[in-house]
Structure formats: structure tokens, C-alpha cells
């Protein structure tokens, strides 16, 4: 699903489920976090919004701080191909020259778009190992810090499912709603050899202030719930 950069922010989401291929951390390319005086001792990491522009280069970013960055050089990323889009993203980023910042590396962050669990025929819960949850500065994204355990399937096809589902949503007696929420998570026949962190993005368009999120997650150590 494509969409404009005025209008809506662009993931991997493209059907009820969000099939994602399971996305290293950067830093599993990179040591980010070198000590003493190098370079990348220096290095800055925030969750970004990322827009192209009509080339599909990666140009700007906003930061969940509300921080508009201006990337120079430009960047070309194969999972940013659509011109005039706007991507959710973890940025890694010198520090700001003159009004320019040099993007060290771009990783994008899939966003899980809450679904009623009423569209959705099962609802898998398949384990996760859970590190963190956080709602953003700007409270536009709940923000998950996951980690899969994954492997080399032999369908070369066969990729792990993930999801946002809406359980029930109550109103309370202050006007406030709960939603309630259920991570969804299906294995899929992928071997389970190893462990990958991936960071996941909800937009919180349809939740107001004063609403409230209880969200369930199933992990390798039992159910884990958190409230926001």
C-alpha cells in the first residue's frame, strides 16, 4: 500500500497482517557505540519519520523529539523506493553541521496498524522474548522493542507475522477508552536457532487523550501486560 507523505505513514503493512522479513538492528553491522574519542562515540540514534523526495531519496527526518533534520547527503534505501513518501525509521546520524546532518545509517521500522481482532480468522500468539515498550515523545507511535528467535527455513517463502489486534475497546466513566490490545505473532514454520531484535511502530491515530492502551504480549516466560 502506497501512500503520499501528506496523508499517511508508509510500512510494511500491506495486508490485515504485517508479514515482516525479520530486520537486523544496525548496530549488528556497525559498533555504534565505540568508547573514547572516535567518530562513532559521537553518534546519535532517534526513531525518525523519513521523507523522499521525487527521486525516492531519503531527504528529511523528524524526530519522535520534533527535531526536522535535514540529510545531506541524500540516501538510497531498496525498502524506500516510492517518491514523495514518508517511512518510519531508526536513524543514526553524526552530530548537525550548518544545518545538515550526515545519516550514518537508515533502518527501517515496521508499522503495525491496530486491526479488530473481529477481521482477523485467527489470532496467533506464538512466544516473543519482550525487551521494551515506550509511547513516543509525540505520542504518535507505541513503540515495541522485540526480539524472534529465527532461522533458515526451507520454504524459502516462510516468514514471521506481525500485527497489532484490538481485542475490545470500553469506554470508562470519565469519557476516557481502554483499548485492549494483543500483540499477534505467528511463527510460521520458521526455524527458531537464533535471536533478532526488531523494533515494531503502532500509529496511535485512532487513540485520544485520556484513552488508555492495556496490551498483552506472549513471551517465551509467560504473558507479559503493559499499560499505557
Known amino acids: 500500500m502506497s501512500t503520499r507523505t501528506n496523508s499517511k505513514i508508509q510500512g510494511g503493512m500491506t495486508i490485515v497482517m504485517l508479514l515482516v522479513t525479520l530486520l537486523m538492528v544496525v548496530a549488528c553491522k556497525h559498533d555504534f557505540f565505540e568508547k573514547g574519542d572516535s567518530g562513532l562515540s559521537y553518534l546519535n540514534t532517534d526513531f525518525v519519520e523519513v521523507r523522499t523526495n521525487e527521486a525516492a531519496e531519503l531527504v528529511e527526518a523528524v524526530t519522535d523529539k520534533g527535531d526536522l533534520l535535514k540529510l545531506q547527503p541524500h540516501l538510497k534505501k531498496s525498502w524506500a523506493m516510492t517518491s514523495d513518501t514518508t517511512y518510519r525509521a531508526l536513524l543514526y546520524y553524526d552530530k548537525v553541521v550548518d544545518g545538515k546532518t550526515k545519516a550514518i545509517e537508515v533502518s527501517q521500522v515496521p508499522v503495525l496498524r491496530m486491526r479488530l481482532a473481529l477481521n482477523v480468522d485467527v489470532v496467533h500468539t506464538d512466544p516473543v522474548a519482550f525487551e521494551s515498550a515506550w509511547i513516543s515523545k509525540n505520542r504518535r507511535y507505541l513503540n515495541l522493542g522485540l526480539s524472534l528467535k529465527t532461522g533458515r527455513a526451507e520454504d524459502k517463502k516462510a516468514v514471521q507475522s506481525l500485527a497489532m489486534v484490538a481485542d475490545a475497546v ?11 490490545l494483543r500483540l499477534y505473532h505467528a511463527q510460521n ?9 526488531v523494533f515494531v511502530s503502532m500509529p496511535m491515530t485512532d487513540i485520544q487523550p485520556g484513552d488508555s492502551i492495556i496490551l498483552d504480549i506472549n513471551t517465551y516466560k509467560g504473558m507479559v501486560r503493559k499499560r499505557f
Open 170 to 180: 470500553r469506554k470508562r466513566a470519565d469519557g476516557g477508552r481502554n483499548f485492549y
Open 189 to 197: 514454520g520458521v526455524p527458531e536457532y537464533y535471536s533478532s531484535r
